[in-house]
């Protein structure tokens, strides 16, 4: 492409030099001109030689004209723009400088073809060939907030142009997915020639087949482990009369050990969302699982009620698009909530599938984070919709890691408790557990009465928790600790 350029730019400037040498009538399109100022002209005098002879004062003007160097057409009103718009079209800002650039030469490496699509399979598919230094960005570079895989990206894409977009920007594919929560192929791009993501994602604005694009975030547990479990007390629910029984949950964490005795009979399904990593750790999600529905010595919250649990956090951390296969497998199993004991970066890929499971009628419970009092909001509690949770002791006092802000929805349980673990049980700290008290007792609520709605749900928790802290709802226990008992109580 860019020796057909270099070929029709020369082509233009040969074309301009004929113009040049030829009668200057192409070049003197000025009305206001007299015949004998084009005479000159075209007899091959310069300009400055006509105007002086025109002028009646030897002044070098016209009367009433301005200079004929001011009026002329000169050869730049020829330029036009040797280089098509991207795909999508629309007017394109300058192109952004390039880091990979030499400082003294201003030359490029060369540039690295997406893998799995040649040149001529791109040309043939319809997809322009282009170097990815030749790109213009449709938006300034984007500056990514939070930890982030740094040589990918997520795109959320319409119909089959998956490898048509990888051949264009210089991408390669490494894994594509349809979607049911965004509605969409989610595709998994690698940027195999260093560029940075926010540059990626400026320059995939212009393509009008990408629908959103986002970092591949990195998201967290939010765990903080260090006698009889307090929550049934402290959320007002009889631990006798507590059940969840059948009602439908799904679980994204890490992976489990399915034969810790409090978990037995209580895991319908599992799938891993990240199957090429080895599981190395079960202790998390073991005990989420068992907070929530656990039974025997290490009872739970809603004994009876049915884990669909997702594995997709290895090491404590996970990455966005794993996240959202599993939200995705959640969906699909028709559970009524979703426990996300997680905190990381805002993602509009994850606030779409929040925002959509919501509209499914599903409830989702999140980690408000533990990251301190000076921390960044946390994610996917953040976002509207989602029931953020952050953690109180045995005394209602709030835990000192916890997150604050105004996205904080309610308080649970979740310092120093008893839990089960893959090594049999442990004491565990952190909103994250606090998160799964709150889904147990959710499910409390659900198998008394099936048809409750998610906002149904969400208004009878904020209207009936007990107030701690400042009056009314504040940036450190959101509406305050949950009151299961006034829950239930609540009128439509």
Same mark, same amino acid.
């Given at each position: 492409m860019a020796a057909r350029a270099v070929i029709r730019f020369a082509a233009l400037l040969v074309a301009a030099m004929i113009i040049g040498a030829a009668p200057a009538l192409a070049q003197t399109n000025d009305p206001n001109l007299?015949?004998?100022?084009?005479?000159?002209?075209?007899? &091959? +005098? #310069? %300009?400055a030689d006509c105007i002086k002879r025109d002028t009646e004062d030897g002044s070098g003007e016209r009367p009433g004209a301005g200079s004929a160097a001011t009026n002329a057409v000169f050869l730049p009103a020829l330029i036009v723009d040797l280089f098509p718009n991207p795909v999508g079209g629309g007017q394109a800002p300058l192109p952004t400088p390039d880091p990979r650039r030499d400082p003294a030469s201003g030359a490029l490496p060369p540039p690295v073809p997406?893998? &799995? +699509? #040649? %040149?001529?399979?791109?040309a043939a598919a319809g997809g322009p060939i282009v170097s990815p230094s030749d790109l213009v960005a449709a938006e300034p570079p984007r500056a990514v907030v939070g930890d982030f895989v740094p040589d990918e990206v997520l795109v959320t894409v319409e119909g089959d142009a998956v490898q048509q977009i990888a051949a264009s920007f210089g991408l390669e594919v490494r894994s594509q997915r349809q979607s049911q929560l965004l509605g969409a192929a989610l595709v998994r791009f690698g940027i195999p020639d260093g560029r940075p993501v926010g540059v990626v994602l400026a320059q995939l604005a212009a393509d009008g087949r990408t629908l959103r694009r986002e970092p591949n975030?990195?998201?967290?547990?939010?765990?903080?482990?260090?006698?009889v479990n307090y929550a049934f007390e402290r959320?007002?629910?009889?631990?006798?009369?507590?059940?969840?029984?059948?009602?439908?949950i799904a679980v994204i964490d890490t992976a489990i050990d399915d034969t810790n005795p409090a978990l037995s009979g209580v895991i319908a399904d599992q799938f891993d969302a990240m199957p090429d990593v080895p599981i190395e750790a079960r202790d998390h999600g073991t005990s989420i699982d068992g907070l929530i529905a656990g039974v025997g010595a290490l009872k739970g919250m809603a004994p009876g009620a049915r884990i669909y649990h997702a594995r997709a956090f290895e090491g404590g951390k996970s990455t966005m698009d794993v996240i959202l296969a599993?939200?995705?497998?959640?969906?699909?199993?028709?559970?009524?909530i979703i426990n996300m004991s997680f905190v990381g970066p805002k993602n509009d890929l994850l606030g779409v599938a929040c925002r959509n499971a919501r509209a499914l009628g599903i409830v989702l419970v999140a980690a408000a984070g533990n990251n301190g009092p000076k921390a960044p909001y946390g994610y996917p509690a953040a976002f509207d919709g989602v029931i953020a949770v952050t953690a109180t002791d045995a005394k209602d006092g709030l835990m000192q890691q916890a997150n604050r802000g105004a996205y904080v929805f309610l308080s649970a349980p979740g310092v120093e408790m008893v839990a089960p673990s893959g090594a049999g049980s442990d004491v565990v700290t952190g909103t994250s557990f606090a998160a799964a008290i709150v889904t147990g007792a959710i499910a409390n609520l659900l198998h008394a009465a099936p048809d409750r709605s998610a906002d149904w749900v969400e208004k009878a928790l904020a209207a009936t928790a007990r107030d701690l802290g400042p009056k009314g709802r504040d940036n450190d226990f959101g509406y305050g600790l949950l009151n299961i008992e006034a829950a239930e109580a609540a009128k439509e």
């Open positions: 007299t015949q004998m100022e084009i005479d000159c002209l075209n007899r &091959g +005098a #310069t %300009a997406p893998a &799995g +699509a #040649t %040149a001529i399979q791109a975030h990195v998201y967290a547990l939010q765990q903080a482990a260090t006698i959320i007002a629910l009889d631990a006798k009369e507590a059940s969840g029984e059948n009602v439908r599993a939200l995705d497998w959640a969906a699909e199993q028709d559970v009524r």
